[in-house]
């Protein structure tokens, strides 16, 4: 079985695949200074909640946090005695290389992204992620990832408003019922919901307009449902894309011998 493990700023996603589905998705906060150990113990107490039995012989890792690699390197040949696959290390193979400006170097999950769109909805496609950050990934025609727009994340944009302006209080990101707040929490959820929905429609139209031909939207991330409500253009929602992402890449560097 494969465990797929996708690193973000905010949180690490640990998923076990067995070839047909995701026997279950794991979640937890990402710390630098997590040990192998530390991983491990969450890790098999979570498993055994969950009366999975999986039997581990492959590794593969994305991750947007370089200093995470390392113990999750050690994680992986510890306990499962494989050596992981990393995407963005030469070594990992993508079924069609990004074309993008030289030298530089895409986040290892919009190159998953790419991978899962690619493969479930074919090429001509935007991907919207909602992360840390919000991020915007478009993929061609014969599946490279060509570029996008990072803007920030809709949580990171609240906390930054609460520490930044004393007198506004810390909320959480709902639809508000009216855009004419009445209150002050409904003056920030109305400013952050419809602001962030005119921006990602307002992103998909210049992005749609400069490409030049029909794409398809693919919302993704744990805020995809919330905006979709608000009709900013998505043709569908997906919410275990990056990981698929990461077992179309698993499989392809399996068939092409560098696994």
Sequence with gaps: MLLAIDCGNTNTVFSIWDGESFLCTLR??????????AYFTWYSTLVKHYGIEADITDVIIASTVPRVVFNLRIF???FFGCRPL???????????APRIDEGTVPGPDRLANA????????????????GTATNFDVVASDGAYVGGIIAP?????????HQ???????????????????????CIQSGV????SGLIE??????????????????????????DQADVGFDAIEDDLTMHGLTVIHRYNKENGST
């Design 28 to 37: 937890t906060s990402t710390h630098h200074s997590r040990t192998a150990d």
């Design 76 to 78: 992986a040949d510890r």
């Design 86 to 96: 990393v995407v963005g290390k030469p070594e990992c193979l993508l079924p069609v």
């Design 115 to 130: 991978v899962a769109a690619f493969d479930r909805h074919g090429g001509d496609v935007v991907v919207v992620d909602f």
């Design 153 to 161: 994340g809709v949580n990171l944009s609240l906390e930054a408003l």
């Design 164 to 186: 930044g302006a004393a007198a506004l209080p810390h909320i959480d990101i709902t639809r508000p019922e009216r855009v004419i707040g009445t209150n002050t929490v409904g």
């Design 193 to 196: 919901y419809w602001g962030y």
């Design 202 to 227: 307002g992103l998909i139209a210049r992005i749609k307009a400069e490409y030049g031909m029909p794409m398809k939207v693919i919302g993704t991330g744990g805020l995809a449902p919330l905006f």
